[in-house]
């Protein structure tokens, strides 16, 4: 059996690696992939912790999150499609305002 803090450091460095690539990157596509990075670092997380205790919450609440993150990818999606049609831009450097 893996232990409980090989779950936990792979969580860690999954986290570390969204944040990263959250904040050095530009690109409005690769900052919803780090940002959905790090909401399965947390699922990562939560499922061992939820093994690890025995107890079903932890399996119950990473259904939620993953609910959540379907909804903010497809949202979040919508949103760059939008902007793309309309400036023709994905880099935040380059978007200067955002009326309608």
């Not at 061992?48 to 119950?60: K, N």
């Amino acid at each position: 059996m893996v232990p409980l803090n090989w779950y936990i450091e792979l969580s860690a460095i999954i986290f570390t690696i969204g944040a990263v690539g959250f904040l050095i990157r530009r690109n409005i596509m690769i900052m919803l992939i780090s940002i959905e990075l790090m909401l399965n670092s947390v699922n990562i997380s939560l499922v061992a912790f939820s093994h690890y205790l025995q107890d079903i919450r932890g399996q119950v609440l990473v259904l939620f999150i993953i609910t959540v993150a379907a909804s903010e990818a497809a949202i979040g999606l919508a949103i760059v499609v939008a902007m793309f049609k309309n400036k023709a831009v994905l880099h935040t450097d380059e978007i200067m305002e955002m009326k309608g």
